[in-house]
């Protein structure tokens, strides 16, 4: 069963660089079978797809947020990470990471961490 947990700071101030990261169990960053993901709520709003990361380094953006995002990896330490720069109180949200188990290209299963508030505020 893979687990996921985000980590970092719950408050960053406006124009900063929101960074977190998602540590991984029970499952590795490098397998073909896994993508890896970050996904946003705002409050009141519904689910954003921020990015994803897959075995072999390769990302891809939100076109909303590409200029803005950045998704890099540790294979040493089975995490990946966000970077989102330029911030605005509109990023405060909830922030997930989300791994998705594939066959070839049928999803088999999803797993999310449980989530961790960022607010944006000076």
């Known amino acids: 069963q893979v687990q996921l947990q985000e980590s970092g700071p719950g408050l960053v101030k406006p124009s900063q660089t929101l960074s977190l990261m998602c540590t991984v169990s029970?499952?590795?960053?490098?397998?073909?079978?896994?993508?890896w993901s970050w996904i946003r709520q705002p409050p009141g709003k519904g689910l954003e797809w921020m990015g994803v990361?897959?075995?072999?380094?390769?990302?891809y953006y939100n076109p909303s947020l590409k200029s803005r995002t950045s998704i890099s990896r540790d294979t040493s330490k089975n995490q990946f990470s966000l970077q989102l720069s330029s911030v605005t109180p509109e990023d405060t949200a909830v922030y997930y990471c989300?791994?998705?188990?594939?066959?070839?290209?049928?999803?088999?299963?999803?797993?999310w961490g449980q989530g961790t508030q960022v607010t944006v505020s000076s």
């Open positions: 989300k791994a998705e188990l594939f066959s070839g290209l049928v999803l088999q299963n999803e797993y």
């Open positions: 029970g499952g590795s960053i490098t397998d073909f079978y896994y993508t």
């Open positions: 990361i897959a075995y072999d380094g390769s990302t």
